[in-house]
């Protein structure tokens, strides 16, 4: 068992890279859908102090990603609370939250934007977000983006003696997750990808069997006070390596807790990261950003970086084939 603190991003074992946790306390909104409160003292266009609670991270106008660029990995986004916009250079659009997964393979390249609009005029627009860097082998860095969607109604959560299982990927026990994004390493199930959000609640205890050999899982307890961990009591903001060989055994404290779990193969192949690129070699990002400055990826199609959808929309996906999806 490998024990670490959990900071703003969290580290993860092959084949994920990393995970981004957002949690911002966001204001009312106003009629541009951004914080109906002063901007002065913020560093905007680079905002990550969380100055009263909340960043404006890249935006300048509404929270948020602006449009950037991606190659050769996916994203895996768990909107937990508030909203989600996305807008990318296919073309394709959505706005998704409160429970929902968007899976993207950004593949040979993509742009794309990912704001926070603040929707609400009357009341606070909390928001909390997990962001998975999911890598993507060698044969598959290439290929062309995708992107699908996980609405809340489609992923599965059972539910048992104070204990709720979110399964966003792979298999627990004999119900399956929505299938992922067709060229992701977690599409073939002999990688084992699982990704699960955890919920006990006071005195909680659960069980996970054993995984097999070779296979790495990571446990990130991100909400509650303390947490039995096999033998060992953790508090929160913890994450842990652990031996998946073994039988996980959890008891929770007396406060309700939250854990996400991740377990995959690993890819095992060599990593070159750079910002937004992430290929097996130095050469290759060097390629990445030289094709970007060529291409940009395809371009960007909207009227602006910080693209946002309006105020009354629902939840929904505008694919690149220009297929609709709209929850509510």
């Known amino acids: 068992m490998t024990k670490f603190p959990l900071g703003p991003t969290w580290q993860t074992q092959d084949p994920f890279l ?26 905007l266009g680079s905002d990550f102090e969380s100055k009263d609670g909340w960043r404006m991270y890249h935006g300048t106008k509404i929270p948020g990603f602006p449009y950037h660029p991606h190659r050769g990995f ?12 996305h807008s990318d250079s296919l073309g394709a659009a959505g706005r998704f939250g409160n429970g929902d997964v968007q899976w993207m393979t950004a593949g040979i390249g993509v742009q794309h ?20 860097w999911l890598n993507l082998p060698r044969a598959k860095k290439f290929v062309q983006p995708h ?18 299982i979110k399964l966003i990927a792979g298999t627990y026990k004999t119900q399956k997750a929505p299938s992922a994004a067709p060229d992701s390493w977690a599409s073939d199930e002999n990688n084992h990808v699982r990704i699960m959000i955890i919920r006990l609640e006071p005195q909680a205890a659960l069980e996970i069997d054993s995984i097999p050999t070779g ?28 031996n998946g060989e ?7 404290g007396e406060k309700e807790s939250r854990i ?27 390629e990445a950003m030289r094709d970007y400055g060529k291409t940009q990826f395809g371009g960007w199609p909207w009227p602006v970086a910080e693209q946002v959808h309006d105020r009354d929309r629902g939840r929904f996906a505008l694919f690149p084939d220009g297929s609709l ?3 509510d």
């Not at 996916?74 to 916009?85: H, P, S």
């Open 215 to 242: 296979i790495n899982r990571s446990l990130y307890f991100f909400e509650g006070d303390s947490l039995g961990v096999n033998n060992t009591t953790v508090q929160s903001l913890t994450g842990l390596y652990l």
């Open 18 to 43: 990393f995970c981004a946790y957002h949690l911002d306390h966001y204001p009312k909104g106003n009629d541009e859908m951004g914080p109906a409160t002063p901007l002065d003292g913020r560093n």
């Open 325 to 327: 999806e709209e929850m």
């Open 260 to 286: 996400l779990i991740l377990e995959g193969r690993p890819i095992g192949e060599p990593v070159a990261k750079y910002g937004p690129f992430v290929m097996n070699t130095d050469q290759e990002i060097r």
């Open 147 to 164: 992107f699908k969607m996980l609405w809340k109604e489609t992923i599965p959560e059972l539910k048992d003696n104070g204990v709720q």
């Open 74 to 85: 996916e994203t895996v986004t768990l909107a937990n609370k508030g909203y989600c916009d």
């Open 246 to 252: 073994a039988a996980l055994q959890l008891r929770n």
């Open 113 to 132: 934007s990912e704001m926070f609009p603040l929707l609400h005029t009357h009341k606070d627009n909390p928001l909390e977000l997990l962001q998975l």
